[in-house]
């Protein structure tokens, strides 16, 4: 049996819910701590996500403008899905769901990065 050639990253459960919750909300930026608490998952799982995600396109990221002492609080790396990588979440979600024989949950078919 061959081998399917992957494309894009590795989706591992973890990843799929990264792309799930950013996919609700698709033009919404997002930040890793934020994520962490909303999927469950610890920040040091979901840091490396987030780098793999941007290093293959799918996201892109920037600092939150403002200085610590204004915003009381360490600034965030801001994470946004580009419009190729809303896109090709949707289609690796997809694939998962039906690789797993779990029937396709509706994902927003709205709204690009």
């Known amino acids: 049996m061959g081998k399917r050639r992957q494309t894009g990253p590795r989706i591992t459960l973890p990843t799929a819910m990264v792309l799930r919750l950013m996919l609700d909300n698709p033009a919404a930026d997002y930040y890793g701590f934020a994520l962490a608490e909303a999927s469950g998952f610890p920040s040091g799982t979901i840091y490396p ?47 998962t769901q039906r690789l797993l024989g779990i029937q396709p949950a509706a994902l927003p078919q709205t709204g690009t990065a």
């Open 49 to 95: 996500i987030l780098a793999r995600l941007e290093a293959a396109g799918w996201l892109a990221s920037y600092w939150e403008e403002g200085e610590p002492a204004e915003l009381e609080r360490p600034r965030r790396r801001m994470y946004k899905l580009t419009g190729s990588g809303a896109l090709a979440a949707r289609e690796a979600l997809t694939t």
